[in-house]
């Protein structure tokens, strides 16, 4: 058997006690009941606040996790209180195992119950597997969508694409998927013109329009303060239109809501800049090659591949150590690192070496 590094079995060691014995908990008392599961690194659009149209250095095949690694760890994040795994990307609809991906991850139960499967897409193969993924167990869908103009779309995306994405918003729609969700990015001068139009649109379409605020996660480091459209200037567009009731009960979710007059119409704002919700987080992220963020601008990562990939089992000093323990000391080591907050707004904030397409939405 190949025995493990020194680094990751002395987390194991530290950790051997409390394995699978209680939940993800960090310094700072958040518990953490969300992991986001980045399927691929690979997309079908090229969005311009997310990678270059050309010169991407993609992860290579072999180093992306299986579909039985990815249940592996799931089951064992579950056992520790993980009660939602999002599917995400890259865009996750381009894993060929995509349907079993959801079956697998739907039957897992854990101390509360049986686990929820939510993903974010950018909705175009949505049409041709969207029946398949809700018998598979899906329980909610978010489909990202800037701009609802197909020459905007095409410019901001680099393809031609718009057509296919309302396609998949409108089978989603049709689904009894709910809530459903859209997500845009708000962006000045690119489509700041279009967010009273967005809300609509989603209104018409039965689902909820949540704006972004842009975050410094492009593969190419462009990121531009001054082109983000912040929290407050979002709201102030959307209340020309309506009046705006705040929701409360956020808890841990990254979306402020808001009803749209005296309808059961919501509008959220997930304001990760101007005002950041780093207090209440309960998210890990598991990149689709195998590593643990506990942050999106976390420069941390934890690995898993050396215990997924080490055989039946991994050995420390002769002795064996059970591998859902193992898996277990990498997501406690990963929540114990956490930092109350990811620093945006201070001056020596740097931004992570990875792109948001390859750290997983």
Known sequence: MTAVPVALRRRAEIVAADAASGPLVDTHGRVHRDLRVSLTDRCSLRCTYCMPE????????????????????????????????????????????????????????????????????????????????????????????????????????????????????????????????????????????????????????????????????????????????????????????????PVPGRGGAPAEKWLLDDTAHEVGVIASVTAPFCGDCDRLRLTADGQIRNCLFSMAEYDLIPVLRAGASVVSDGAPIDRAGAIDAVLRASVRGKLPGHAINDPAFLQPQRGMNAIGG
Do not use: C, Y
């Open 54 to 245: 050309q010169g991407n250095e993609w992860l290579a095949r072999t180093s992306i996790l299986t579909l039985d690694e990815i249940e592996e760890i799931a089951r064992v994040a579950a056992a520790a209180g993980v009660r939602t795994f999002r599917l995400t990307g890259g865009e996750p609809l381009l894993r060929r195992d995509i349907v079993d991906v959801v079956a697998r991850l739907a039957a897992i139960e854990g101390p509360a119950g049986p686990v929820e499967i939510a993903m974010t897409t950018n909705g175009i193969r949505l049409p041709e597997v969207l029946d398949d993924l809700v018998a598979a167990g899906l329980s909610r869908l978010n489909i990202s969508i800037d701009t609802i103009r197909r020459q905007r779309f095409a410019d901001l995306t680099r393809r031609d694409r718009l057509p296919e994405v309302l396609e998949g918003i409108a089978a989603a729609a049709a689904s009894p998927l709910r809530p459903l969700k859209l997500n845009a990015v708000a962006m000045r001068g690119v489509n700041d013109d279009e967010l009273v139009d967005l809300v609509q649109f989603a209104v018409d379409s039965g689902a909820q329009m949540r704006f972004i605020e842009q975050m410094p996660l492009d593969a190419g480091h462009t990121w531009d303060r001054a082109q983000m459209v912040t929290r407050e200037e979002i709201l102030a567009a959307l209340s020309e239109r309506w009046r705006l009731t």
